[in-house]
T-cell receptor, first 111, second 115 residues
């Protein structure tokens, strides 16, 4: 069963705009990770946020984590055509050394 | 650093045939994961190994699927006999797992088509 659920399932925006994707999960976690998958490729790790962290930045990426609401968001600022991809959140539940991936958000950046 | 290596990249076979997918994890990583990705079911964890030992195979669909990791640098996922519903992209990923799962590095995947 899926632990994380991304919202929206698909997002289409203009180049230069910001893109926000959300992830909700059900059980207590050790960490939450975001991955990107370009069409026909494997997943690439973007950022990891631990359960005791609330916000993390990496370049144009900003991730927040609200453990009380069991939710996370990924913000991509100043989007570029190259950001077109599917984005997945993955959670590691407490006591389990494995990740469970959501269904992903398909992001399209229009030039 | 070559990353995670998977072979073959594409496999087309007929129903009933045996299929073997191969994975070489990143050197130094001690955890290896096999995933299956389909449009309908998304990305599913099939099995993972820690220090070459299978830890959780609860995601393996049925007895037709088996996985081995004879050493730290090689793993196989075998399907025997294959069925059309096994058609999917199969990913191998590796990581260095300490107390918790850190970054997983994915291979390029094997696209399996069973006719």
């Amino acid at each position: 069963s899926q632990q994380g659920e991304e919202d929206p399932q698909a997002l289409s925006i203009q180049e230069g705009e910001n893109a926000t994707m959300n992830c909700s999960y059900k059980t207590s976690i050790n960490n939450l990770q975001w991955y990107r998958q370009n069409s026909g490729r494997g997943l690439v790790h973007l950022i990891l946020i631990r359960s005791n962290e609330r916000e993390k930045h990496s370049g144009r990426l900003r991730v927040t984590l609200d453990t009380s609401k069991k939710s996370s968001s990924l913000l991509i600022t100043a989007s570029r055509a190259a950001d077109t991809a599917s984005y997945f959140c993955a959670t590691e539940s407490q006591g389990a050394q494995k990740l469970v991936f959501g269904q992903g958000t398909r992001l399209t950046i229009n030039p | 650093d070559a990353g995670v290596i998977q072979s073959p990249r594409h496999e087309v076979t007929e129903m009933g045939q045996e299929v073997t997918l191969r994975c070489k994890p990143i050197s130094g990583h001690n955890s290896l994961f096999w995933y299956r990705q389909t449009m309908m079911r998304g990305l599913e964890l099939l099995i993972y190994f820690n220090n070459n030992v299978p830890i959780d195979d609860s995601g393996m669909p049925e007895d037709r699927f088996s996985a081995k990791m004879p050493n730290a640098s090689f793993s196989t996922l075998k399907i025997q006999p294959s069925e059309p519903r096994d058609s999917a992209v199969y990913f191998c990923a590796s990581s260095f797992a300490g107390r918790s799962t850190d970054t997983q590095y994915f291979g390029p995947g094997t696209r399996l088509t069973v006719l």
